[in-house]
């Protein structure tokens, strides 16, 4: 019987920002690329809470502890499928920003009276 071996590779989606600088065996194109979406993550789980706030509680809307648990991680998994889809944006443009700068830092026009 023969058994595949087990893919040991970690995607970066799971790695946190910090343990991703670290890594050695990204380039920083590919840092640069998922923390700018790491960045747009957090900020749509702040709009999406934020506009959830919005919403007027009545009696058919339970209010307890485990639908409040249940309510973050779905707009945890809202917001993590939202920016890896790249549909709101955000990230790729930060992330063409932040490439010039980092990666291309001597393409950048100075501005007059820089040295």
């Known amino acids: 019987m023969q058994l595949s071996p087990l893919n040991s590779a970690l995607k ?9 600088v670290k890594n050695k065996n990204l380039s920083e194109k590919e840092k640069v690329h998922e923390l ?11 709009i999406l809470n934020d506009a959830q706030k919005t919403v007027i509680q009545s009696g058919l809307t339970p209010k ?8 973050d991680m779905a707009v945890n ?18 992330e063409t920003q ?7 830092p001597h ?3 100075k501005e007059p009276g820089e040295n």
Do not use: M, N, W
Not at 64 to 71: E, I, L, P, R
Not at 77 to 87: F, H, P, R, V, Y
Not at 98 to 104: A, D, G, M
């Open 98 to 104: 932040l490439s010039r700068q980092v990666l291309h």
């Open 12 to 20: 970066t989606s799971d790695v946190s920002a910090e343990d991703l």
């Open 64 to 71: 307890s502890s485990s639908h409040d648990v249940y309510q």
């Open 77 to 94: 998994q809202l917001a993590d499928s939202i920016s890896k889809s790249g549909s709101f944006g955000l990230g790729q443009s930060l």
């Open 107 to 109: 393409s950048i026009p």
């Open 36 to 46: 700018c979406r790491q960045f747009e993550a957090i900020l749509l789980r702040q």
